[in-house]
């Protein structure tokens, strides 16, 4: 049954995530942000819903371990697994020179968490606000260099962007009012599944003597990367894959800086000893595996996404041999 309830949430978070995502995104369009911004904010993060609920709610339960495991699995997910079976599927091809910046701050958001160390292993409040602090930062300057886009390159992007989250049969019913319903829709969707999303993960560890942590490093953080999976594969498929790198990145951005962050304001996150021994330096690692793979020829080629996807069982591989 607890199971058959996961699945269920899982389903019902990922549909909240789609509706919220579309709506807000035709929302700002219509109101005149630029797309390159809608881009990197609503969609980007949009697909990240999921975590952010997910992580809110845990640390309302008092897990600290599902709220952090969520967090730092799902960015080593998103590397992994996402990246590797996008780039299987079709090599991706992305520029370094065109997302050096996200890339950075992805790197510098993959040792973020190690700021508990001054903490005695936690992150307060004021870690929390000053993580916020940094996302608010970054947004600000790509929002500016961004707006040095042409006017014709805005265009595009715009279309491109509105054929993306409104595909043609969609924009019969692109009104003020139905966007409007798809953002409320989508938020109550979120709250409902991610609150029964986690009570189950959480029942399910307690029953089979598993640990919250692995639990969130493994099963609410791969359930919560559903859209970032599902958008990607699409991606590959459709043969535009560099869309998956862009989507990965900003993901992890937001991961830390704006879940991990808010999680922290609403109640101080204990980092376990394992999260920072394991699993931060896990993080990292997956996070500058990208630059190599992106250097060799300015693509990830599929024998570099099969060696990110055994990477990612052989991390999967020692975290149940530890049994946390």
């Known amino acids: ?13 990922t549909l909240g995530a789609e509706a919220l995502v579309r709506g807000a995104s035709l929302l700002a369009l219509r109101g005149g942000i630029s797309p390159l911004f809608v881009g990197l904010t609503i969609v980007g993060f949009g697909t990240s819903s999921p975590e952010l609920a997910a992580s809110i709610t845990a640390t309302l339960k ?43 701050v992805a790197i510098l958001a993959s040792v973020a968490p190690l700021l508990s160390l001054a903490f005695g ?31 014709r390159e805005e265009r595009l992007a715009k279309d491109e962007l509105i054929d993306t989250v409104a595909p043609p049969k969609w924009h019969a019913l692109d009104q003020t009012w139905f966007n409007v319903v798809l953002v409320v829709a989508g938020l ?31 099963i609410v953080s791969a359930g919560t990367s559903m859209p970032e999976l599902v958008t990607s594969i699409v991606a590959g498929a459709r043969r ?28 101080p996150q204990e980092i376990s000893h394992q999260t920072l021994t394991l699993d931060i330096p896990v993080m990292l690692v997956a996070t500058l595996a ?3 793979a992106i250097r060799t020829g300015g693509a990830i080629s599929r024998v570099e996404g099969s060696l990110l996807l055994v990477g990612y069982g052989v991390y999967l591989s020692a975290l149940f041999l530890r049994g946390v």
């Open 240 to 267: 535009n894959p560099d869309i998956a790198v862009g989507n990965i990145i900003g993901s992890n951005i937001f991961n830390v800086f704006g879940i991990l962050g808010a999680s922290a304001v609403i109640r």
């Open 62 to 104: 008092g897990s600290s371990d599902v709220s952090v495991g969520n967090v730092v699995g799902s960015n080593i997910f998103n590397v992994g697994v996402i990246v590797g079976i996008t780039a299987i599927i079709h090599p991706i091809r992305a520029q370094l020179s065109a997302i050096r910046r996200d890339l950075a």
């Open 290 to 292: 990208l630059v190599p």
């Open 121 to 151: 292993m936690s992150l307060p409040r004021a870690a929390g606000v000053l993580l916020l602090g940094v996302l608010f930062a970054y947004l600000v300057f790509a929002y500016r260099s961004d707006r040095r886009a042409s006017a």
């Open 188 to 218: 109550a969707l979120l709250i409902l599944g991610s609150r029964v999303f986690v009570g189950s993960a959480l029942a399910m560890a307690r029953a089979a003597g598993l640990s919250e942590l692995l639990i969130g490093l493994t």
């Open 1 to 13: 049954m607890d199971w058959m309830t996961l699945v269920i949430s899982l389903v019902v978070v």
